[in-house]
């Protein structure tokens, strides 16, 4: 769990709330919501705490026990970090809103002139 994985990092670096939410430019409150799990950082604060602790954000999140993989090479992933964050807030939003996504994505490759893969056509 995120915030379990959170206190003890901050923890076993030695920080207090306090002197963590100084070194890492937050408000104290902000760590102490985020270890009571009241709140959750976003993807760029998520980011910076793996990059902070030197840990995967995968091991932050508790998708695995181990803090540093072996790193996959960069040109083996045909995704950008802006797109998988892309994709993290379309799945946030409601179906209706998605549609509208959606829509809006097939106007834009309309107007390109490119037909997306397995798209129909307007």
Known sequence: MFR???KKLREDAGYSQYSFADAFGVSQ???G???AGKREPGYDTTRKLADFFSVSVDYLLDRTDDPNPPEKEKS?????DEDIEALNILNSLPEEDRDQVFGLL???KSKSGKQLENDPPL
């Open 4 to 6: 379990i994985r959170l």
């Open 29 to 31: 409150s902000a760590v």
């Open 33 to 35: 919501n985020w270890e």
């Open 76 to 80: 083996s992933s045909r995704y950008r």
């Open 106 to 108: 097939r106007l834009l």
